[in-house]
């Protein structure tokens, strides 16, 4: 092939050939079909107008009119010219150009006060209403959130209060018992036969000798009230009086007894149950010790 000759699929060939069907007519049937073809593929080319609805006319018309300003040929121009009034002008009466009406001169209207169509059957005010209705539901909706939402907020507040009382007084108790025992062993260390006051230290039930009579094979307990008073013994073996059931007890009996008993620690043998350390004298007590309370040994007070 030469230079010369151009290739047969080369773009320059391909860009001739149409769409439309090729060939020779066979016959005036097939002739007919290749005209209608040919007017198709015309005519799908071109955009036909959309068809606008009576509404989209009446708008389109509206919009222009309004778009319009008003006529010098019209009778209201007329009579608005009549008063001094010129294309541009502000409508209503004129002010004197204060600061005061600066303001509401700048919000004189200039062009007519835009029109709404109103669509469907209601009666005038009936939308305001529909509106006023909706916000209402809302509102109340809004308001029953709320108050569902208060209502956990308290459920929340509550629940940590009681958390905090329960862990209180868990630590206030667990404070006693330890108070009683280093009572206790000080009050031994220094020779006391009984405490200062009787629940300062525990007390122990013991077996009474009833108790081990009918402990004896073939012998019958009876159940009286001399045999149903148990004794109780402090550590050493002298009586005490009966064991203080202190969980039974409210929290506020329970911080006078923890205040009761630690004061006699300190004053007595100089000894703070928070700290863990028996000091030498009130002034080294006074000075190392952080306070008489477990907030101020934590920093809380």
Known sequence: MSDSEDDYMSADILSEVSDKPVGIAKSRAHQRQLNIHA?????????????????????????????????????????????????????????????????????????????????????????????????????????????????????????????????TLKEVLKDVWSSRKVCEELDHRLGTKIPKIGWFWRSYAVKTDIDDDCDKPGTSRRFDEEQEDKKYKYSNGLDAPEEIDFTAIDEDSLRDRLEQITNYLRTGHFYCVWCGSLFDSPEDLEENCPGDTRHAHHGLD
């Open 39 to 167: 007017r198709f593929e015309e005519t799908r080319t071109i955009e036909k107008p959309k068809r606008q609805t009576l509404a989209e006319k009446e708008k389109e018309r509206r919009e222009e009119a309004l778009a319009k300003p008003i006529s010098h040929e019209s009778k209201g121009f007329a009579l608005m010219a009549k008063m001094g009034f010129k294309p541009g002008m502000t409508l209503g009466k004129k002010r004197e150009t204060t600061e005061e009406h600066e303001e509401s001169e700048q919000k004189r209207l200039k062009i007519p006060i835009s029109i709404e169509i109103k669509e469907g059957r209601k009666g005038l005010g009936h939308e305001k209403q529909e509106i006023a209705v909706r916000n209402e539901k809302v509102e109340a909706v809004m308001r029953k959130m709320k108050e569902q939402a208060a209502k956990h907020e308290e459920l929340i507040v509550d629940y940590k209060i009681r958390r905090r009382q329960e862990s």
